[in-house]
T-cell receptor, first 117, second 114 residues
Framework: EPEVTQTPSHQVTQMGQEVILRCVPISNHLYFYWYRQILGQKVEFLVSFYNNEISEKSEIFDDQFSVERPDGSNFTLKIRSTKLEDSAMYFC???????????????FGSGTRLTVV | DQQVKQNSPSLSVQEGRISILNCDYTNSMFDYFLWYKKYPAEGPTFLISISSIKDKNEDGRFTVFLNKSAKHLSLHIVPSQPGDSAVYFCAAIPSNFGNEKLTFGTGTRLTIIP
C-alpha cells in the first residue's frame, strides 16, 4: 500500500536554529499538507500546497515557516528560527484530490517529533 | 475555536462488544466528515468517511452515522477487538471552495479490554 514517508522520525534542535522536516508524498498525489500536534492537543492544520505554491495557510504558519517541493518527490517544511513552542509532532499528508472528500481521505505520514531545547 | 468536539477523552469497552465514539460540530459549512485512528508514534490512519448527503456509511466492522440536524456524528465499531485500542479523531472538511483543510477534534482514547 502506498505511504507517505517522513524523515527524520525525531529531531532535537536548539532554540533559534533552523530545521527542515522532510516528506515524500504518495507519487500520484498532487496536494500536500503539513499538520502538527502539540502534546496533549488536537491535530492542527498548518499549510496546504499545490502546483508549487501555497494554497492555504493557518495563522500558525507565520514568516518563520516555509514549504518547498525542491524536486519531483520531496516536500519540505522549514522552520527558520525555532522556538520552544514549536515542539510538536509534525505530520505530512497528501491527497489525490483537492478536497480529500474521497473514500480514502488524506494519507498521513508517521510524523516527525520535533523537540526544541 | 472548537468547531469539532469530542467530549469523551477516553472510553473502555469489553472485547466483542460495540464501541460508540461521538463527535459534535458547530460549523454548518462542514459537508464531509472523516474518522482517523492513531497509534502512538504513528500518523493518523484513515478509517471511514461520510458525506453530508448521507446519514450512514458502513465498511466492515465500522459504521459512521451522521445526524445533520443535531450536528452530530458517531462511529460504531462492532465487534470491538484488542487491535482497535487507539486514539480516534473525528475530522471535518467545509464545503467552500478554497478552504478544504481538515479540522480535527481532540480525540477519544479507546481501550478494548480483553
Amino acid at each position: 500500500e502506498p505511504e507517505v514517508t517522513q524523515t527524520p522520525s525525531h529531531q532535537v534542535t536548539q532554540m533559534g536554529q533552523e530545521v527542515i522536516l522532510r516528506c515524500v508524498p504518495i507519487s500520484n498525489h498532487l496536494y500536500f499538507y503539513w499538520y502538527r500536534q502539540i502534546l496533549g492537543q488536537k491535530v492542527e492544520f498548518l499549510v496546504s500546497f499545490y502546483n508549487n505554491e501555497i494554497s492555504e495557510k493557518s495563522e500558525i504558519f507565520d514568516d518563520q515557516f516555509s514549504v518547498e517541493r525542491p524536486d519531483g518527490s520531496n516536500f519540505t517544511l522549514k522552520i527558520r528560527s525555532t522556538k520552544l513552542e514549536d515542539s510538536a509532532m509534525y505530520f505530512c499528508a497528501s491527497s489525490e484530490t483537492r478536497t480529500g472528500k474521497t473514500n480514502y481521505g488524506y494519507t498521513f505520514g508517521s510524523g516527525t517529533r520535533l523537540t526544541v531545547v | 475555536d472548537q468547531q469539532v468536539k469530542q467530549n469523551s477523552p477516553s472510553l473502555s469497552v469489553q472485547e466483542g462488544r460495540i464501541s460508540i465514539l461521538n463527535c459534535d460540530y458547530t460549523n454548518s459549512m462542514f459537508d464531509y466528515f472523516l474518522w482517523y485512528k492513531k497509534y502512538p508514534a504513528e500518523g493518523p490512519t484513515f478509517l471511514i468517511s461520510i458525506s453530508s448527503i448521507k446519514d450512514k456509511n458502513e465498511d466492515g466492522r465500522f459504521t459512521v452515522f451522521l445526524n445533520k440536524s443535531a450536528k452530530h456524528l458517531s462511529l460504531h465499531i462492532v465487534p470491538s477487538q484488542p487491535g482497535d485500542s487507539a486514539v480516534y479523531f473525528c475530522a471535518a472538511i467545509p464545503s467552500n471552495f478554497g478552504n478544504e483543510k481538515l479540522t480535527f477534534g481532540t480525540g477519544t482514547r479507546l481501550t478494548i479490554i480483553p
